[in-house]
């Protein structure tokens, strides 16, 4: 049966991925309504053939709706999911708004998806884009010996910060132009752009602060990757280390990932077991542009890890876009459609 579905957030860099995979996937939709801010409502966007016209999401009715994917900032998803799902629609919720919410299950469409038994408030959180591109490869690897501890560091793309941070980052390149060269030298060379966005300059730079701090000197992407890795693999314990780092990469966000477990697995196992993973593919090289508008998460580099009795290290690489948003979110909604 085709599903009347909506999209908050439709005009920005999440939801316009939102809107393209629903397309690209066949998802079974009957009607599609586009909200967003009073900015951009009125204005027409293209859904397989037809120009569907924005609504702003304030003042819209949501009455007739079954699946909402909502991509809009937290704010937004607080203030309007719960009036949606009223209304008597299922959202699915890419903030991270609900994520810590008990009542509202955190899935990983191939890792988790009996969490979507439970969902009282009739909202479902998609995970943060960074946990996200992890999941699929240590499900498997946490169902095999038992994950008992997490060290992690990432290097994320600024399309993680939406359409802002495309911006900045091809501003400030452009502003290098072809004197990049001299930074071999100086790092304070006047051609360099003022920071925005971040506190110093993205473009030829490394980042390790991806914007607010939070509890013990970590990042609030530190904590939510420590937080929903808990929730999603169901370990409430897990002891979780992580640093995050923004590099200047358009998309796909890596991630260096130093596994400890409770059972013996070796690198044959590990490798075996990947292999076959759902929306996981081995790569020698796992690296941004690979990941880049690819659906699976590509992992490689797994190697034993020394320092403890069973661990593993390897690096994995997912579209931040796709899977680390978009896709997972549709994909929970394919779950949901018993497809
Ligand atoms: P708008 O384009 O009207 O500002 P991105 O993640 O690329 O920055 O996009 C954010 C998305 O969230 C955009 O579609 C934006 O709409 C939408 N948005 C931002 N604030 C609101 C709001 N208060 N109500 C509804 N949609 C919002």
Not at 43 to 51: I, L
Request: proline content about 6%.
């Amino acid at each position: 049966v085709p599903l009347n579905v909506g999209v908050v957030g439709a005009t920005g860099l999440v939801g316009s991925m939102m809107r393209q995979l629903l397309e690209e996937r066949d998802f079974p939709v009957g009607t599609l309504r586009l909200f967003a801010s009073a900015r951009s409502a009125g204005s027409q966007v293209d859904f397989k053939g037809e120009k569907v016209t924005v609504e702003d999401a304030a003042t819209a009715d949501f009455a007739g709706l079954d699946l909402v994917f909502f991509s809009a900032g937290g704010s937004t998803s607080k203030a309007l999911a719960p009036k949606v799902a009223a209304a008597g629609a299922i959202v699915i919720d890419n903030s991270s708004a609900w994520r810590s919410d008990p009542d509202v299950p955190l899935v990983v469409a191939e890792v988790n998806p009996h969490a979507l038994a439970n969902m009282p408030k009739g909202i479902i959180a998609n995970p943060n884009c960074t946990t996200m591109a992890a999941m699929p490869v240590l499900g498997p690897l946490h169902e095999a010996a038992g994950l008992k501890r997490l060290i992690v560091a990432t290097y994320q793309a600024v399309s993680g910060g939406g359409m802002e941070g495309i911006d900045v980052l091809a501003r400030q390149i452009a502003a290098v132009g072809d004197k990049g060269a001299a930074l071999a030298f100086n790092g304070k060379a006047d051609f360099l752009p003022a920071p925005e966005k971040w506190a110093v300059p993205i473009t030829n730079n490394i980042v390790p602060l991806n914007y607010v701090l939070g509890e013990d000197g970590y990042t609030e992407e530190e904590l939510k990757l420590r937080d929903e890795s808990r929730r999603i693999l169901g370990i409430p314990d897990l002891p979780v280390s992580g640093t995050c780092v923004r590099v200047p990469v358009f998309t796909g966000h890596g991630l260096s990932i130093n596994a400890e477990f409770e059972r013996p697995i070796d690198v044959e196992t590990a490798l075996a077991l990947l292999g076959k993973a759902p929306g996981v593919v081995l790569s020698d090289v796992p690296n941004a542009l690979e990941a880049t508008g690819a659906d699976p998460v590509f992992v490689g580099r797994v190697r034993p890890d020394r320092t403890v009795d069973h661990g593993l290290a390897m690096f994995v690489v997912g579209d931040n876009l796709r899977k680390g948003a978009a896709l997972n979110a549709v994909q929970i909604g394919e779950v949901l459609c018993g497809r």
